[in-house]
């Protein structure tokens, strides 16, 4: 079983950046798509971004182009690179690797989809 340790998280301000990482415990990053969902409080989870296999990138409409997924040489190490960011942004944000299921219409942006999910990191920003 694949472990994904999320980290990076913490209090910025608004306009700053951040870069979350997301460590594997096996080189899965290299035949696995990746991806990042948040939640913030009271509300439910949603998605985020993700990185295909085929390196093809899926965002959400909010992203607006802020947020950067990659992977490194590694195979073992995704990030996600969040640039100007707002107060909205506020949540604990999740990383994901290997869809098990697609669900045609959702697709990526499913949570269900995905086989392994990483703990969490909070992300603070204030105004």
């Known amino acids: 079983q694949v472990q994904l340790v999320d980290s990076g998280g913490g209090l910025v301000q608004a306009g700053e950046s951040l870069r979350l990482s997301c460590a594997a415990s096996?080189?899965?990053?290299?035949?696995?798509?990746v991806g990042w969902f948040r939640q913030a409080p009271g509300k439910e989870r949603e998605f985020v971004t993700a990185?295909?296999?085929?390196?093809?990138?899926r965002h959400a409409d909010y992203v607006e182009g802020r947020f950067t997924v990659s992977k490194d040489n590694t195979e073992r190490t995704a990030y996600l690179q969040m640039d100007n960011l707002k107060p909205e942004d506020t949540a604990v944000y999740y990383c994901?690797?290997?869809?098990?299921?697609?669900?045609?219409?959702?697709?990526?942006?499913?949570?269900?989809?995905?086989?392994?999910r990483g703990q969490g990191t909070q992300v603070t920003v204030s105004s």
């Open positions: 990185l295909t296999r085929s390196n093809l990138t």
């Open positions: 994901v690797a290997e869809v098990a299921r697609y669900y045609p219409g959702t697709g990526y942006e499913n949570w269900n989809s995905w086989r392994y």
């Open positions: 096996e080189r899965i990053f290299s035949t696995s798509s």
